[in-house]
Structure formats: structure tokens, C-alpha cells
């Protein structure tokens, strides 16, 4: 099995802060892996590092096999990286169908908007012509990945997706992330919410203070262990 992405020895740095100081972490292709820990730990930087919005000045991230270390974010996009930022980051002025139609600025805006989308996400189908700052919060979450989605990125990062959303609309995600799954996509996930992921995710990494701490495969995992090296 492929390994879309490996990255190796990768250090991450605000201003002349290290954030990230050694950092390795596979991801099989069609699998779905989790990246936890506590809140500052650096979970959120090193989806930047992969997606190039901070500065690596050492290691390496292979995708699908080639260097991306020093790659502009543009160039990641387009070979094939979906992310989705934590908090979102629709553009709320926009109306639902034309924060979808930005998804596809990836490929210079070719192609269409695949009716897929909506078959996983019915209430977007619904909601086209609204505003996404009228949206709910879990349904600005559903609306960021289904923009991300919309590229068929061979590799999808999702920043705590479940972060401030309601118990339902947690669920629809979940099915979705399953759903994906089914259909062959490589998925890597940050989270703080364990009970979600075990269903979801086949391996996992646990992140502190910019190293990782413990890894290994899901089905597993010593649950207890891993909570108290989460718990804040
Ligand atoms: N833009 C930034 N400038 C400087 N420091 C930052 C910035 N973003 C995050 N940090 C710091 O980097 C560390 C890791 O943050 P982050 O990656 O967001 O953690 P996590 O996602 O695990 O909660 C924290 O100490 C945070 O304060
Ligand atoms: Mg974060």
C-alpha cells in the first residue's frame, strides 16, 4: 500500500519559537489517522507545516513520494491536499453555493460541483442560495469540508471537526468521514474528542509540547493511557 504521506524529523517554528521539534508520521493510503492531544500542544501548526503556512526550516514531508518542504501552499493544494482549518473559515458574506464554487479555484476552477456532495451532505443541497455566516456552526463545519471535498483531494486534513458543534451534527460528520472512507480516501484528522475518532480512525498519534508521544493502531489502543495523556 502506498504511503501518501510521510513526514520526517519536521520542525516547525513561529518567529524564533520551535513549536514542532521532531516530528514523524506516516499516513497509508485509503486509511484514516488521528493526530491528539491537548490544546497548544502544536496539532494545529503541523497541519500548517503540511499545507506550508509556517516556516519548516528543517525535515521533510513526502507526498505521494515527492518533497513538498519547500513547496508554496498553492503548489500543495493543487497536487492533491485538502484542508480544512479549525474554526472553519467559510467565507460568510458568500452564499453557500459559491463558498463550494471556491473549492474548485484548486483546479483553476474547472470542473463541476459533483452531485456526491450533496448526497453527504443533504442540508447544503437545501441551503445553496443562504449566506454561510447564516449558517449553524456544525453546518459552516459541513460546508468547509464539502469545500474541501469538492477538488477530490487525495489527502484530506481536517482540524477538529468537532470542535463547538452539536451532538447531531457531530454524528453527520462521523458518517461522512465513514463514507469517505469506504470510497478509498485518506483522511488525517485532528481531534480532542477521543470517543469520537475510535469508531472512525485506524492509527493514531498522540502529540505533546511539539513531539510525538504515542502511536499505534486504534482497534489497539489503551484507552486510559492515551485520555490521561489528552485530559487538560
Ligand atoms: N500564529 C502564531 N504565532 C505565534 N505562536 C503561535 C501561533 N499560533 C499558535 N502559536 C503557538 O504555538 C503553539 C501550538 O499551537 P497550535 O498548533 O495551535 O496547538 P493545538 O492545535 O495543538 O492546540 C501554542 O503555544 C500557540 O500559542
Ligand atoms: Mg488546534
Do not use: W
Amino acid at each position: 500500500m502506498e504511503t501518501v504521506l510521510n513526514v520526517d524529523k519536521l520542525q516547525a517554528y513561529y518567529g524564533e519559537s520551535i513549536i514542532l521539534k521532531d516530528i514523524n508520521l506516516k499516513v497509508q493510503e485509503g486509511h484514516i489517522v488521528c493526530l491528539l492531544g491537548r490544546n497548544g500542544v502544536g496539532k494545529s501548526t503541523f497541519l500548517k507545516s503540511i499545507m506550508g503556512l509556517v516556516r519548516t526550516p528543517s525535515g521533510s514531508i513526502l507526498f505521494q513520494n515527492k518533497e513538498l518542504i519547500n513547496k508554496p501552499t498553492y503548489f500543495r493544494a493543487r497536487a492533491g491536499i485538502g484542508y480544512v482549518p479549525q474554526g472553519r473559515d467559510i467565507f460568510p458574506q458568500m452564499t453557500v453555493e459559491e463558498n463550494l464554487q471556491l473549492g474548485l479555484e484548486v483546479n483553476n476552477g474547472n470542473g463541476n460541483i459533483s452531485p456526491e456532495i450533496y448526497e453527504l451532505f443533504p442540508i447544503l443541497k437545501e441551503m445553496l442560495t443562504r449566506k454561510g455566516g447564516n449558517l449553524s456552526g456544525g453546518q459552516q463545519q459541513q460546508l468547509a469540508i464539502a469545500r474541501a471535498l469538492v477538488a477530490h483531494p487525495k489527502l484530506l486534513l481536517l482540524d477538529e471537526p468537532t470542535e463547538g458543534i452539536q451532538p447531531s451534527i457531530i454524528q453527520d460528520i462521523g458518517r461522512v468521514i465513514l463514507q469517505l472512507k469506504k470510497e478509498g480516501y485518506t483522511i488525517l484528522i485532528v481531534e480532542q474528542y477521543l470517543e469520537f475518532i475510535l469508531n472512525i480512525a485506524d492509527e493514531y498519534y498522540v502529540m505533546d509540547k511539539g513531539n510525538i508521544v504515542a502511536q499505534g493502531l486504534v482497534s489497539s489502543m489503551d484507552q486510559e493511557d492515551i485520555k490521561s495523556k489528552i485530559a487538560i
